[in-house]
């Protein structure tokens, strides 16, 4: 099955409560943490993440793209995230290890991720213990960026190894996915697909203007459809190019949405 996990980095931050709420039909909800030094960009921290465990039940996949991240496990965890990723590059493996057995502890779902230049290998020292493996399909630090085709070889060469050694673990991908990208991603054994920009333009051919006005009239007449339309049209894409995913229909009841 797939899964989709909408980004907050693509969301818009003064109106989050209303954004998530617009992707509550998803299955997980990615949260992009940032240091300014593992990647160089900032985004948010404990405290935003214990307001979004507040605000909504969504499973939350957050993802630390910040160096030693054995320091912030406990707290991550205790502001109500349901999984983390560390990435393998940003501490030494013997701090890796640690930082999941912290999870561990704290009842968290185990990840690792991978950048670009990180051999699929990597993972084999944690494999046996991870929920979820995320290989970057961008350079990790900003929403919006092309999706890198040379890392399919990689997620094939994740899947065999997950399948070898630990098949109950998902493989999720995150960077540039779109209908056109997302059914490469699951062809190659992929079955998460993190989303951001995607997400946000509503993917109606990049009508972004007009998607934003659809959002404007469905939010007025109760209808919670931008992201959900974004999803349906990943999932269709997927349909048709790999039949890997069914489509969940839902008719907007209002008149003026005509979904
Ligand atoms: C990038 C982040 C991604 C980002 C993806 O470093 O990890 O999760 O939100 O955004 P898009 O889908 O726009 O590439
Ligand atoms: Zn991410």
């Known amino acids: 099955m797939i899964k989709v996990s909408p980004s907050i980095l693509s969301a818009d931050f003064v109106n989050l409560e209303r954004d998530i709420r617009r992707v509550s039909d998803a299955d997980y909800l990615h949260v992009d ?13 404990v405290p935003v993440v214990q307001s979004i465990r507040r605000c909504t039940d969504m499973f939350l996949d957050v993802h630390l793209m910040i160096e030693k ?6 707290a991550f965890a ?30 968290v779902k185990k990840a690792v991720a991978l950048r670009p230049i990180t051999k ?12 979820l493996v995320l290989v970057m399909t961008v350079e990790p630090g ?9 890392q399919l070889d990689t997620i094939r060469q994740v899947r065999a190894l997950i399948e070898r050694y630990n098949p109950a673990c998902e493989l999720e991908v995150d960077g540039g996915i779109s209908p056109k990208t997302a059914p490469l991603v699951v062809e190659a054994g992929a079955e998460g697909l993190a989303a951001g920009d995607w997400v946000r333009l509503g993917l109606v051919g990049g009508r972004e203007a007009a998607v934003v006005e659809e959002e404007r009239e469905a939010e007025a007449s109760g209808c919670r459809s931008g992201a959900r339309l ?20 839902a008719a907007c009841p209002a008149s003026s949405c005509g979904r």
């Not at 991240?69 to 406990?74: A, L, N």
């Not at 205790?78 to 990435?87: F, P, Q, T, V």
């Not at 900003?142 to 040379?150: R, T, Y």
Request: net charge negative; aromatic share 6%.
């Open 33 to 45: 943490v940032m240091d300014g030094a593992f990647v160089p960009n900032l985004t948010i921290g």
């Open 230 to 249: 974004a999803e349906e049209a990943l999932l269709l894409a997927l349909a048709d190019a790999s039949g890997a995913a069914s489509v969940r229909g």
């Open 120 to 131: 699929a290998e990597a993972i084999l020292p944690y494999l046996e213990e991870l929920d």
């Open 78 to 107: 205790k502001a109500g995230a349901d999984l983390l990723s560390i990435h393998l590059e940003a501490d030494h493996p013997t701090r890796i290890a640690q930082a999941l057995k912290v999870m561990g502890e704290c009842g």
């Open 69 to 74: 991240p054995v320091r912030y496990i406990e």
């Open 142 to 150: 900003f929403g919006g960026q092309a999706f890198m085709e040379s």
